[in-house]
């Protein structure tokens, strides 16, 4: 009769830790991945980096990305909850704000330590900053696309909102 006390854990929570467990993976997945594909023409074409220094700024990417991917999407999922739900408008505004009053900050200072010149980050904060309306949603399809793929979730926004 002791054991049940022992051992607290229902079913559901033994079956939540592989499902937070696929949502963590995905979420680095999701963020360094997305991250990479729109960084090689905003840092090599318009900012003019090297290779060189691309890619040193890259790999620090990865490691940033790693560590704030999962706090990102948690952050992501409040906001959403939150305010979301508005219609195709409000949930591209949503989306918006969560990538840009996240990111920016981060990839700044990922140029900073990856050895950018000033010149370097100005354009590519500038560049940052006006296309993050072009991101924000995106991403935030490309997350929920992810989840439903990967771990058969519902996404937070309903796709008939991602316009």
């Avoid at 999962?70 to 906001?79: E, V």
């Amino acid at each position: 009769m002791s054991a049940p006390a022992l051992h607290p854990q229902t079913a559901e929570a033994a079956v939540s830790t592989p499902s937070r467990r696929r949502e963590f993976f995905l979420d680095i997945f999701a963020m360094n991945s997305f991250s990479w594909a729109i960084a090689v023409p905003i840092e090599l074409l318009l900012a003019g980096m090297s290779w060189q220094e691309h890619l040193k700024v890259r790999l620090l990417a990865v490691i940033f990305n790693t560590v704030i991917a999962r706090p990102f999407s948690l952050y992501r999922n409040l906001i959403i909850n939150r305010f979301g739900g508005g219609g195709p408008v409000n949930t591209y505004l949503v989306d918006t704000f969560v990538f840009l009053s996240f990111q920016f900050p981060l990839y700044l200072s990922n140029m900073v330590l990856g050895g950018a010149d000033w010149a370097e980050i100005a354009t590519a904060s500038l560049t940052f900053i006006l296309i993050a309306g072009a991101l924000g949603r995106p991403y935030g399809i490309y997350l929920d696309w992810l989840r439903r793929l990967w771990i058969n979730r519902r996404p937070l926004i309903e796709p008939r909102a991602l316009a």
